[in-house]
């Protein structure tokens, strides 16, 4: 199993930029394709960004492309996503997740971190 632990959130104006980090527990971080997905309110949760065991596959949204970065550091067993050019949409809980199919399910998610993005 791992545990997941994400911070970062917070208030920014639109056009700004947040980065959230995403720390998991354990020692088969190398395992897991991670991932982050985001739910706004009175929406479904939806899928923004996956990163694949490698580091060197990724597959973003199509609403985040070119905006959002996302990075693993296996060393500190964190994944970290950049977020540029932040825009009021943006504003959700940004959630991390972790599996260790390519393409199964999402088997594990942390609690969750606000990000808000005022106009």
């Known amino acids: 199993q791992v545990q997941l632990v994400e911070s970062g959130g917070g208030l920014v104006q639109a056009g700004g930029s947040l980065r959230l980090s995403c720390a998991a527990s354990g020692r088969t971080f190398s395992r897991y394709n991670m991932g982050w997905f985001r739910q706004a309110p009175g929406k479904e949760r939806e899928f923004v960004v996956g990163i694949y065991r490698s580091g060197d596959s990724t597959h973003y949204a199509d609403t985040v492309k070119g905006r959002f970065t996302v990075s693993r550091d296996s060393a500190k067993n964190t994944v970290y996503l950049q977020m540029n050019s932040l825009k009021p949409d943006d504003t959700a809980v940004y959630y991390c997740?972790?599996?260790?199919?390519?393409?199964?399910?999402?088997?594990?998610w942390g609690q969750g971190t606000q990000v808000t993005v005022s106009s």
């Open positions: 997740t972790a599996k260790t199919s390519t393409f199964g399910t999402w088997d594990y």
